[in-house]
């Protein structure tokens, strides 16, 4: 069985860092990507960061970028989001997501993280 479980949300004052894990199980993510969303209350799930498990080549977006860094650790089969310079709206809800390349439907999804970031 096939699973993602996100991990190291929590309670951080603004300009503050976070590093939210997605430990993948059950398969590796070769010719994947492993993405990370976020959802605040009220709104709808926005992408933030997507990585080519593969080639390891990312994307962001315009709101983190310069902020947050994705990366993937193929040993531990363990995808990161390093999240820097937090603002307060950067609250809400993380998950991770893995799809196959070149498809646009997610396998696979994590139960989500929540990160609060304090003004």
């Known amino acids: 069985q096939v699973q993602l479980k996100e991990s190291g949300g929590g309670l951080v004052q603004a300009g503050g860092s976070l590093r939210l894990s997605c430990a993948a199980s059950g398969r590796t993510f070769n010719g994947y990507f492993m993405d990370w969303f976020r959802q605040a209350p009220g709104k709808e799930r926005e992408f933030v960061a997507g990585?080519?498990?593969?080639?390891?080549?990312?994307s962001y977006a315009g709101s983190v970028k310069g902020r947050f860094t994705i990366s993937r650790d193929n040993a531990k089969n363990t995808g990161y989001l390093q999240m820097d310079s937090l603002k307060p709206e950067d609250t809400a809800v993380y998950y991770c997501?893995?799809?196959?390349?070149?498809?646009?439907?997610?396998?696979?999804w994590g139960q989500g993280t929540q990160v609060t970031v304090s003004s």
């Open positions: 997501g893995a799809r196959p390349a070149g498809r646009l439907e997610y396998a696979y």
């Open positions: 990585i080519n498990w593969s080639i390891g080549s990312t």
